[in-house]
């Protein structure tokens, strides 16, 4: 690759500072999305007449269709809410606005904007994960006799290859996204019409509008609707897990790049230099990626703090606790982005690493073992036999990687037909995954195609 700088999304996350402020709250197309789907709601029960549904549903595409220019430029003291809902009064009077926010509260309304921002947000963040993990399975399938030595403690234990180190990392995050996927349909059930806490006297059909929303059906406990955000968490926690992950292989892959292991190196712009030391080549974004999982991790923490201690109710610590959820999500776009970016840029060192004599030592198990399955030995004294002889490499001297990279074919070893297995395994995951997730966001963008119908059918 001849690229020497970086593309423009990769510098706008690591110098978030020339990124341009968008004005334009996050929440406010959605809210506006849910007004649409209760107003035909309330045209359908009988609560509003024709024309007022009409006058509203025409204004509120008029402000979608105009990029929300007509209500970015008022004053949000108490939130854009209120602002939005006097704008509209404003507009079309009391006689016509004033019917839109009836059988619901802000409550139920922002319930409702979490649940939908979440699934915006997951649409774009599942797939940079699997394809994260078809990154990493790629490198094991293409890897698999390549020789890496295996550190424990960051010492030198066994020779292994790197198609096993990645089927690890490929396998490890599978086990999160397969969470991840598992807990996500908790965030689809709408709570609209929750009101504050207690419902509402008047016949609105809740199903009708988590049908056109999208949502799979409705919550049953009003005062769960608006107090529940706890729901979040096994989601955090299947997302944290997953960038424990990144942050590991992050943390590895720093180690493999310096002189001292060179075990991997990265093509194009990924290296900065030193501004004293010419000799110097940083491989930087690994340091971002792992910053900003350790940023991104610290949230799960403080979520969990803001959930103590509040009474089961509407309440502001909970909601602030839910828009940590929100810095989650968004940082954690930023960390797939890099780490996608820098796995297309990596490259492994095919070197013979038996030529290096701190990793003679690396055959003593296979030795072990040997005498054990051609002697009878005890392990344990084959062990100290062995240990005696550590500092005579000649014993190893007749040995070549391959050999133990084959022999080590039990218990999950390196040995290529045992990771061809796990590959095997993996990538039917990882197409099952793919393809759930796929028919998942079909769903949605069926049901998002049906809405706008609607809407254009009632305007």
Same mark, same amino acid.
């Given at each position: 690759?001849?690229?020497?700088?970086? %593309? $423009?999304?990769?510098?706008?996350?690591?110098?978030?500072? +020339?990124?341009? #402020?968008? /004005? *334009?709250?996050?929440? @406010?197309?959605?809210?506006?999305?849910?007004?649409?789907?209760?107003?035909?709601?309330?045209?359908?029960?009988?609560?509003?007449?024709?024309?007022?549904?009409?006058?509203?549903?025409?204004?509120?595409?008029?402000?979608?269709?105009?990029?929300?220019?007509?209500?970015?430029?008022?004053?949000?003291?108490?939130?854009?809410?209120?602002?939005?809902?006097?704008?509209?009064?404003?507009?079309?009077?009391?006689?016509?606005?004033?019917?839109?926010?009836?059988?619901?509260?802000?409550?139920?309304?922002?319930?409702?904007?979490?649940?939908?921002?979440?699934?915006?947000?997951?649409?774009?963040?599942?797939?940079?994960?699997?394809?994260?993990?078809?990154?990493?399975?790629?490198?094991?399938?293409?890897?698999?006799?390549?020789?890496?030595?295996?550190?424990?403690?960051?010492? %030198? $234990?066994?020779?292994?290859?790197?198609?096993?180190?990645? +089927?690890?990392? #490929?396998? /490890? *995050?599978?086990?999160? @996204?397969?969470?991840?996927?598992?807990?996500?349909?908790?965030?689809?059930?709408?709570?609209?019409?929750?009101?504050?806490?207690?419902?509402?006297?008047?016949?609105?059909?809740?199903?009708?509008?988590?049908?056109?929303?999208?949502?799979?059906?409705?919550?049953?406990?009003?005062?769960?609707?608006?107090?529940?955000?706890?729901?979040?968490?096994?989601?955090?926690?299947?997302?944290?897990?997953?960038?424990?992950?990144?942050?590991?292989?992050?943390?590895?892959?720093?180690?493999?790049?310096?002189?001292?292991?060179?075990?991997?190196?990265?093509?194009?712009?990924?290296?900065?230099?030193?501004?004293?030391?010419?000799?110097?080549?940083?491989?930087?974004?690994?340091?971002?990626?792992?910053?900003?999982?350790?940023?991104?991790?610290?949230?799960?923490?403080?979520?969990?703090?803001?959930?103590?201690?509040?009474?089961?109710?509407?309440?502001?610590?909970?909601?602030?606790?839910?828009?940590?959820?929100?810095?989650?999500?968004?940082?954690?776009?930023?960390?797939?982005?890099?780490?996608?970016?820098?796995?297309?840029?990596?490259?492994?060192?095919?070197?013979?690493?038996?030529?290096?004599?701190?990793?003679?030592?690396?055959?003593?198990?296979?030795?072990?073992?040997?005498?054990?399955?051609?002697?009878?030995?005890?392990?344990?004294?084959?062990?100290?036999?062995?240990?005696?002889?550590?500092?005579?490499?000649?014993?190893?001297?007749?040995?070549?990687?391959?050999?133990?990279?084959?022999?080590?074919?039990?218990?999950?070893?390196?040995?290529?037909?045992?990771?061809?297995?796990?590959?095997?395994?993996?990538?039917?995951?990882?197409?099952?995954?793919?393809?759930?997730?796929?028919?998942?966001?079909?769903?949605?963008?069926?049901?998002?195609?049906?809405?706008?119908?609607?809407?254009?059918?009632?305007?």
């Amino acid at each position: 690759m001849t690229q020497k700088t970086l %593309p $423009a999304n990769i510098l706008a996350i690591i110098y978030p500072e +020339a990124q341009k #402020a968008n /004005s *334009l709250l996050a929440d @406010i197309p959605l809210g506006l999305k849910i007004d649409q789907a209760h107003v035909l709601m309330l045209k359908k029960q009988g609560l509003i007449d024709e024309k007022t549904s009409r006058a509203l549903l025409n204004e509120i595409s008029s402000i979608i269709d105009g990029g929300y220019q007509d209500i970015q430029g008022l004053s949000f003291e108490r939130g854009w809410y209120i602002a939005y809902e006097n704008y509209l009064i404003e507009k079309l009077g009391m006689d016509v606005a004033g019917y839109l926010q009836t059988g619901r509260s802000r409550n139920d309304y922002f319930a409702t904007i979490f649940r939908l921002y979440n699934r915006q947000q997951l649409q774009t963040i599942v797939p940079s994960y699997l394809k994260i993990q078809q990154q990493l399975l790629a490198f094991a399938k293409k890897h698999t006799e390549t020789p890496a030595i295996i550190h424990t403690q960051m010492q %030198p $234990a066994s020779f292994g290859t790197y198609g096993h180190h990645f +089927a690890g990392f #490929a396998s /490890s *995050l599978n086990i999160h @996204i397969a969470a991840l996927l598992k807990v996500f349909s908790d965030n689809e059930y709408s709570p609209l019409g929750a009101g504050a806490a207690a419902g509402t006297s008047l016949p609105i059909d809740t199903q009708y509008t988590a049908e056109l929303l999208g949502f799979e059906g409705t919550l049953d406990n009003s005062l769960q609707s608006v107090a529940h955000y706890e729901y979040i968490m096994p989601m955090a926690g299947a997302l944290t897990g997953a960038n424990l992950v990144l942050e590991r292989l992050a943390t590895t892959l720093h180690l493999w790049a310096t002189q001292e292991f060179s075990y991997i190196s990265f093509s194009g712009p990924l290296y900065g230099a030193s501004s004293m030391l010419p000799q110097k080549r940083n491989p930087f974004i690994l340091e971002v990626i792992k910053e900003r999982i350790a940023a991104n991790i610290s949230l799960m923490t403080s979520m969990q703090s803001g959930f103590l201690k509040v009474p089961f109710s509407n309440a502001m610590e909970t909601k602030a606790a839910a828009r940590k959820f929100w810095q989650m999500l968004d940082g954690i776009q930023d960390i797939l982005i890099l780490t996608e970016f820098m796995l297309s840029h990596l490259e492994v060192t095919e070197e013979n690493h038996a030529s290096k004599d701190i990793y003679k030592g690396c055959y003593a198990l296979f030795l072990a073992e040997k005498e054990v399955k051609e002697e009878g030995t005890p392990f344990r004294q084959a062990y100290k036999n062995l240990a005696e002889k550590l500092e005579d490499t000649t014993p190893f001297s007749t040995c070549k990687p391959k050999d133990v990279i084959n022999a080590f074919s039990y218990g999950g070893g390196p040995s290529p037909e045992t990771v061809k297995n796990t590959l095997d395994a993996l990538i039917s995951q990882h197409s099952k995954a793919l393809e759930q997730w796929k028919n998942q966001t079909g769903i949605w963008e069926e049901k998002a195609q049906k809405f706008k119908k609607i809407v254009q059918e009632n305007t």
